[in-house]
């Protein structure tokens, strides 16, 4: 309880709420994503005095952009995150029947709900799990961070071959800087290299900048003069989104409960989560023929997993150091910054800390409904704020946050040359969710390779040997191959 | 996707955002992914392990060589797609070729005003380079130069206030500007 009250503090609660409003008009604003509001909470979070305040902000952030990514699935069927791209179906044709703000009702009440199930499931799985991993040693961890990084590369939208691509650049980059042996690779004379690429400028360049770039390519045709759409007047209230959810209580309950199972798997994150709570409750309704075209229930199943999947998704982040997607990636780089350090001995070395995070996690589902009606109210002002403003805004916020880590120019120009390559990678196809885990998981890696070379006097057998070993070779081999698994069962269903 | 302008207009902007050709893409990526495993192949050579290794290590130089050797296979498989699909397509050419030619200019201005906008940072100070460079892109991206300086000045002491008021980070002065207020000063 003392943990709990020392949350409520007004130093802690004021910027955790403030961050919480940040995701939700970061989430909400069309092009920016939940991935770019965390990345960019980042360097405000490390100047807090206290570091459960920052800690407060990062994981607040995280819960509300996903759900504020759903506010412009429902307006305007442009998903903020890919989790929220579910959402747009039955949300969206709720919203041409004028019940915009009964849809996100709805899905805010999930997102709350589904968090709290995610995070519940958190609590009481990844120490049980850390108990297990005690039992790992360099060979296993090696193959724990290929696993991530294979599995990563396996589900990325564009196919495994640009996947591995980003993986191995991020492996790459990874190597700059002094090495635990004291050689220096790639750091051109530069002494702030020798640290290697610093992780927060790396992400807003990769996340925040490329936006901006990509925006500026964008060719636009002014069509000019169209009034808005008139939309009905919302004749719903939240009592009635209330009502509804508990009519549908068991839908949300296993669709939050298959989002945090799916969230656990390392690289399935929270949109395939919310697709499949999608279909299970569209196969399981009676109402399932009328699913897409306004069905409450179809909104209720994608949400209450997205939201499910972010607490599922740190299980593996928290006990293996293996981030299931983007935004994890980047809430474990700003663990890394706060010198928790993920494994297995997490719960030992970072327990008070880790504690902290649990409470902050079922805290911050409680201040996400406040947040998010809000995030909905305000959500007309901000689809009135010209885009290039916002855009310019973000060129701005990404320049001073990516300075504001060290007080240090440099990690501007990390930031641009991120930046650059990011956009150069998008327009590419290569996606940038799996650079981040090899630039993360890199180092892991490469460490656990060597020590268990060295410890095995040069041979590879032991990694290919030992027990635990073969059982990670087994998931991978299996884990990889789910994704056409999966695209087969869809097509098939498609088909039928 | 509709947006809405700054007299309040809804307008359309084209998607997809920032793809290009699918051929080309391959071709680019593929010279790339070569360009920078050779790179780091190159610079692997002047890497020195200082004799700290052990038996069985095998050093610095090898994970960064092995990943190279892997990027070369990536960019070779991506230029053998791209001949195949470019024998299978034709030149790519219509719609992206255009849409390249008049939207790299806008990415290429941005790039180098960010280039520049950092290395003013040093000598102008956060204040004047973000007004002296962002003003500009607002206009450019649909809004009039009144809006354009009043939004970048209240962007401007937001950014003060959150980062330098409230997180006591020290933004950048800058040399030139505070060579002009010790002269004003001195004066």
């Given at each position: 309880?003392e943990?709990?009250?020392?949350?409520?503090?007004?130093?802690?609660?004021?910027?955790?709420?403030?961050?919480?409003?940040?995701?939700?008009?970061?989430?909400?604003?069309?092009?920016l994503?939940?991935?770019?509001?965390?990345?960019?909470?980042?360097?405000?979070?490390?100047?807090?005095?206290?570091?459960?305040?920052?800690?407060?902000?990062?994981?607040?952030?995280?819960?509300?952009?996903?759900?504020?990514?759903?506010?412009?699935?429902?307006?305007?069927?442009?998903p903020?995150?890919?989790?929220?791209a579910?959402a747009?179906?039955?949300?969206?044709e709720?919203?041409?029947?004028?019940?915009?703000?009964?849809?996100?009702?709805?899905?805010?009440?999930?997102?709350?709900?589904?968090?709290?199930?995610?995070?519940?499931?958190l609590?009481?799985?990844?120490?049980?799990?850390?108990?297990?991993?005690?039992?790992?040693?360099?060979?296993?961890?090696?193959?724990?961070?290929?696993?991530?990084?294979c599995?990563?590369?396996?589900?990325?939208?564009?196919?495994?071959?640009?996947?591995?691509?980003?993986?191995?650049?991020?492996?790459?980059?990874?190597?700059?800087?002094?090495?635990?042996?004291?050689?220096?690779?790639?750091?051109?004379?530069?002494?702030?290299?020798?640290?290697?690429?610093?992780?927060?400028?790396?992400?807003?360049?990769?996340?925040?900048?490329?936006?901006?770039?990509?925006?500026?390519?964008?060719?636009?045709?002014?069509?000019?003069?169209?009034?808005?759409?008139?939309?009905?007047?919302?004749?719903?209230?939240?009592?009635?989104?209330?009502?509804?959810?508990w009519?549908?209580?068991?839908?949300?309950?296993?669709?939050?409960?298959?989002?945090?199972?799916?969230?656990?798997?390392?690289?399935?994150?929270?949109?395939?989560?919310?697709?499949g709570?999608?279909?299970?409750a569209?196969?399981?309704?009676?109402?399932?023929?009328?699913?897409?075209?306004?069905?409450?229930?179809?909104?209720?199943?994608?949400?209450?997993?997205?939201?499910?999947?972010?607490?599922?998704?740190?299980?593996?982040?928290l006990?293996?150091?293996v981030?299931?997607?983007?935004?994890?990636?980047?809430?474990?780089?700003?663990?890394v910054?706060?010198?928790?350090?993920?494994?297995p001995?997490?719960?030992?070395?970072?327990?008070?800390?880790?504690?902290?995070?649990?409470?902050?996690?079922?805290?911050?589902?409680?201040?996400?409904?406040?947040?998010?009606?809000l995030?909905?109210?305000?959500?007309?002002?901000?689809?009135r704020?010209?885009?290039g403003?916002?855009?310019?805004?973000?060129?701005?916020?990404?320049?001073?946050?990516?300075?504001?880590?060290?007080?240090?120019?440099?990690?501007?120009?990390?930031?641009l040359?991120f930046g650059?390559?990011?956009?150069?990678?998008?327009?590419?196809?290569?996606?940038?969710?799996?650079?981040?885990?090899?630039?993360?998981?890199?180092?892991?890696?490469?460490?656990?390779?060597?020590?268990g070379?060295?410890?095995?006097?040069?041979?590879?057998?032991?990694?290919?040997?030992?027990?635990?070993?073969?059982?990670?070779?087994?998931?991978?081999?299996?884990?990889?191959?789910?994704?056409?698994?999966?695209?087969?069962v869809?097509?098939?269903?498609?088909?039928? | 996707?509709?947006?809405?302008?700054?007299?309040?207009?809804?307008?359309?902007?084209?998607?997809?955002?920032?793809?290009?050709?699918?051929?080309?893409?391959?071709?680019?990526?593929?010279?790339?992914?070569?360009a920078?495993?050779?790179?780091?192949?190159?610079?692997?050579?002047?890497?020195?392990?200082?004799?700290?290794?052990?038996?069985?290590?095998?050093?610095?130089?090898?994970?960064?060589?092995?990943?190279?050797?892997?990027l070369?296979?990536?960019?070779?498989?991506?230029?053998v797609?791209?001949?195949?699909?470019?024998?299978?397509?034709?030149?790519?050419?219509?719609?992206?070729a255009?849409m390249?030619?008049?939207?790299f200019?806008?990415?290429?201005?941005?790039?180098?005003?960010?280039?520049?906008?950092?290395?003013?940072?040093?000598?102008?100070?956060?204040?004047?380079?973000?007004?002296?460079?962002?003003?500009?892109?607002?206009?450019?991206?649909?809004?009039?130069?009144?809006?354009?300086?009043?939004?970048?000045?209240?962007?401007?002491?937001?950014?003060?206030?959150?980062?330098a008021?409230?997180?006591?980070?020290?933004?950048?002065?800058?040399?030139?500007?505070?060579?002009?207020d010790?002269?004003?000063?001195?004066?």
């Amino acid at each position: 309880m003392e943990g709990f009250a020392e949350l409520l503090q007004p130093a802690v609660l004021i910027p955790w709420i403030l961050g919480m409003v940040f995701g939700v008009f970061v989430g909400a604003t069309p092009g920016l994503t939940a991935t770019m509001a965390v990345a960019l909470i980042v360097p405000l979070s490390y100047r807090l005095d206290d570091p459960v305040a920052g800690l407060a902000m990062i994981i607040g952030v995280s819960f509300t952009a996903i759900f504020a990514g759903d506010i412009p699935a429902t307006h305007l069927r442009i998903p903020g995150t890919p989790a929220s791209a579910a959402a747009t179906l039955d949300g969206h044709e709720l919203a041409k029947q004028g019940r915009a703000e009964h849809a996100l009702r709805l899905d805010l009440i999930c997102s709350a709900f589904g968090g709290l199930v995610g995070v519940l499931a958190l609590m009481l799985v990844a120490p049980e799990l850390a108990k297990f991993a005690l039992k790992f040693s360099s060979h296993e961890y090696f193959w724990l961070g290929v696993c991530g990084l294979c599995i990563s590369a396996a589900v990325s939208q564009t196919g495994a071959v640009k996947g591995a691509t980003a993986v191995g650049l991020g492996i790459l980059l990874s190597t700059v800087g002094v090495d635990d042996q004291g050689a220096v690779r790639f750091t051109f004379g530069q002494l702030d290299l020798y640290d290697g690429v610093q992780l927060i400028p790396a992400m807003i360049g990769l996340f925040g900048l490329s936006e901006v770039l990509r925006y500026a390519r964008r060719v636009t045709e002014p069509e000019g003069g169209q009034p808005e759409r008139k939309r009905k007047r919302d004749g719903d209230s939240p009592r009635s989104a209330l009502r509804t959810v508990w009519a549908h209580k068991w839908t949300a309950f296993k669709s939050a409960a298959l989002g945090a199972l799916i969230g656990a798997l390392p690289g399935a994150g929270a949109d395939i989560a919310a697709w499949g709570a999608y279909g299970m409750a569209q196969r399981t309704s009676k109402n399932g023929r009328r699913f897409g075209t306004g069905e409450e229930e179809g909104v209720i199943a994608p949400t209450s997993a997205n939201n499910a999947a972010v607490g599922g998704a740190w299980i593996p982040a928290l006990v293996f150091g293996v981030p299931g997607d983007a935004v994890t990636a980047i809430v474990l780089g700003a663990f890394v910054v706060y010198e928790i350090v993920p494994g297995p001995q997490i719960f030992e070395r970072s327990g008070d800390q880790v504690t902290a995070i649990f409470q902050i996690a079922l805290v911050t589902q409680f201040l996400l409904l406040a947040a998010g009606y809000l995030g909905i109210k305000a959500f007309g002002w901000i689809l009135r704020m010209p885009r290039g403003i916002v855009m310019v805004a973000v060129m701005v916020f990404s320049v001073v946050g990516s300075y504001a880590m060290r007080d240090n120019v440099f990690d501007v120009w990390i930031m641009l040359a991120f930046g650059v390559l990011g956009y150069f990678l998008e327009s590419r196809r290569v996606p940038l969710a799996p650079l981040i885990l090899g630039l993360i998981l890199g180092p892991m890696i490469e460490e656990n390779l060597r020590n268990g070379l060295i410890k095995e006097g040069g041979s590879l057998a032991p990694f290919f040997t030992r027990p635990i070993c073969l059982v990670l070779i087994l998931i991978l081999a299996g884990a990889v191959g789910l994704k056409p698994l999966w695209s087969r069962v869809t097509r098939g269903r498609d088909g039928a | 996707m509709e947006e809405r302008d700054c007299s309040g207009r809804i307008r359309q902007v084209k998607e997809p955002s920032g793809h290009t050709d699918p051929v080309d893409a391959s071709l680019g990526l593929g010279v790339f992914l070569l360009a920078i495993s050779a790179a780091a192949l190159i610079l692997s050579r002047g890497i020195e392990t200082l004799g700290f290794a052990r038996e069985g290590d095998p050093g610095s130089k090898a994970f960064p060589c092995v990943l190279a050797a892997l990027l070369v296979f990536g960019g070779v498989w991506e230029i053998v797609r791209w001949r195949r699909q470019r024998r299978h397509r034709g030149r790519a050419g219509g719609v992206f070729a255009e849409m390249r030619l008049a939207s790299f200019g806008d990415v290429g201005a941005l790039g180098v005003s960010l280039a520049v906008y950092a290395w003013l940072l040093g000598p102008l100070g956060f204040a004047s380079s973000t007004l002296l460079l962002c003003a500009p892109w607002m206009r450019r991206f649909g809004s009039g130069w009144k809006r354009s300086l009043i939004a970048t000045t209240v962007l401007v002491v937001c950014v003060e206030i959150l980062f330098a008021g409230a997180f006591q980070v020290r933004l950048p002065e800058g040399s030139t500007i505070l060579a002009i207020d010790r002269f004003m000063v001195n004066l």
